[in-house]
């Protein structure tokens, strides 16, 4: 667990696989009415979830709500298991919500899907919500999946780009192209990222970065060539 600013922690959840060790980075932020996450991460992680809560110190019933920035299942799969602790209210874009909650089947992965929960809030982006980091402002992001969506804390200059940015070893790089259904829709999105003030950025791939707008905004021109 890692507080960027007050008031907003990054997390951190590692699995093995045949390829060695995988970190996943998702977060919460302090709000009046409690802890807001940022995606639940893998299914059978609500555990590891939990444990970093606590880290923060926090506990489940701290968590009002969360917000699923898209539909991967590394990013919904554990979702059905922290509704469960928590009852949270869910919030997700309106095009990635009936991937969410069952009306459509996800669009990446293989095997079984993870169980459906119903989204009680879907956004259409640019949406603020008051957090004690000052206002989060909802991004729309797609091109990575349908319907992602980033966050902005305008007054901590701090960027939550889910999987619209990755990072290596502190560096910010572009969103995964193996991944990513839409390239050319993504690039536009990171265009869209880079005209905000931006000092520091949080990835779920690879951590935390410390950059600035005129990083992203390379990034986005590599994207574009």
Not at 22 to 46: M, N, W
Not at 158 to 187: M, N, W
């Amino acid at each position: 667990m890692e507080e960027l600013t007050e008031g907003v922690y990054a997390f951190t959840e590692t699995i093995e696989t045949d390829d060695g060790e995988r970190a996943f980075h998702p977060a919460a932020v302090e709000t009046e009415r409690g802890l807001l996450l940022l995606d639940a991460g893998l299914g059978g992680q609500a555990e590891a979830l939990g444990a970093e809560i606590e880290a923060a110190g926090f506990e489940w019933a701290d968590v009002w709500a969360v917000l699923i920035t898209h539909q991967d299942g590394d990013h919904a799969g554990a979702l059905a298991s922290v509704r469960e602790e928590t009852d949270a209210v869910v919030f997700a874009h309106e095009a990635c919500a009936p991937y969410v909650d069952g009306r459509e089947e996800p669009i990446k992965g293989d095997g079984e899907r993870y169980p459906p929960v119903p989204v009680d809030v879907e956004l259409v982006g640019e949406e603020t919500v008051r957090t004690t980091a000052g206002p989060m402002r909802v991004v729309y992001t797609p091109g990575h999946a349908p319907g992602h969506v980033s966050l902005y804390l305008p007054e901590e200059r701090l960027l939550l780009a889910a999987d619209a940015l990755t990072a290596a070893d502190g560096e910010l790089q572009g969103p995964s192209e193996h991944f990513t259904l839409d390239v050319t829709e993504a690039g536009q999105s990171v265009a869209r990222l880079a005209s905000l003030a931006v000092d520091g950025v949080l990835c779920y791939h690879g951590g935390f970065a410390a950059a600035d707008d005129d990083r992203i905004a390379a990034i986005g021109r590599s994207i574009e060539g």
